[in-house]
C-alpha cells in the first residue's frame, strides 16, 4: 500500500518506482519528500544528500528569485531529469501533468521537497512575495532533454 500525503493526495514514501514496468512515467511516481530537521534554538537545518533524500545524484543546483506577482515559470516537461523541488521560502503551487491526469501541490515549507521524475509536465504559479524555488536535479542543464511544447509531450506520452 502506498501512504498518501493528506494535504495533497500524493504518495508520501518512495515505495513508488518511478516507472512502471512498461517504462511509463506517472503523477503516482511524483511524491513528497520529508526532509530531515535538526531543530536549533539558534535556527533549524535541513540537509539533502543525493541518493539518501533523493533518488539520484545531484549534478545541479539551481533557484527561481524575485519572481513578479502573478508570474509563472516552468510550462515544460523533461524526457530523462529527475527533479526535487523545495520552497526556500515563501509559497507555490506546481502543477503536474502526466498526459492523462492533473494534480496541484502547494509547496511552503523548506523541509518538504517534491519528487518529480520524467515526463512529467510542471506549471510553478501562484508564487507569494519573496519566495525562492530551489530545484535540485540529476543532469546539467540540457536543452535537448525539455519538451517545450504541450502538444509533442502529450504525443509521446500517449
Ligand atoms: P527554464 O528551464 O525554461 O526555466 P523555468 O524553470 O522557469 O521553466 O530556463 C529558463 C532559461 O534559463 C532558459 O534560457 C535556459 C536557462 N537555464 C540554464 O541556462 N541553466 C539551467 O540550469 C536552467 C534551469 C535554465
Not at 526535487?84 to 502547494?106: C, E, K, P
Not at 508564487?127 to 509533442?152: H, I, K, T
Request: hydrophobic content about 40%; some cysteine.
Amino acid at each position: 500500500m502506498t501512504l498518501r500525503n493528506a494535504a495533497t493526495d500524493l504518495p508520501a514514501t518512495d515505495a513508488t518506482p518511478p516507472a512502471d514496468a512498461a517504462g511509463r512515467f506517472s503523477l503516482d511516481a511524483c511524491r513528497l519528500v520529508d526532509l530531515p530537521k535538526i531543530h536549533d534554538p539558534r535556527g533549524n537545518l535541513t540537509f539533502i544528500e543525493g541518493g539518501v533524500h533523493v533518488p539520484f545524484d545531484i549534478a545541479r543546483v539551481y533557484y527561481l528569485y524575485d519572481v513578479p506577482g502573478g508570474a509563472e515559470r516552468g510550462g515544460h516537461a523533461h524526457r530523462a531529469l529527475h527533479q526535487l523541488i523545495v520552497a526556500m521560502s515563501g509559497s507555490f503551487d506546481v502543477v503536474l501533468d502526466d498526459g492523462r491526469a492533473q494534480r496541484t501541490v502547494h509547496l511552503n515549507r523548506s523541509y518538504v521537497g517534491l519528487f518529480v521524475c520524467p515526463m512529467i509536465w510542471r506549471e510553478l504559479t501562484n508564487f507569494s512575495s519573496g519566495s525562492v524555488c530551489m530545484v535540485l536535479a540529476s543532469n546539467r542543464y540540457d536543452e535537448a532533454d525539455y519538451y517545450r511544447d504541450y502538444a509533442a509531450f502529450r504525443a509521446d506520452v500517449r
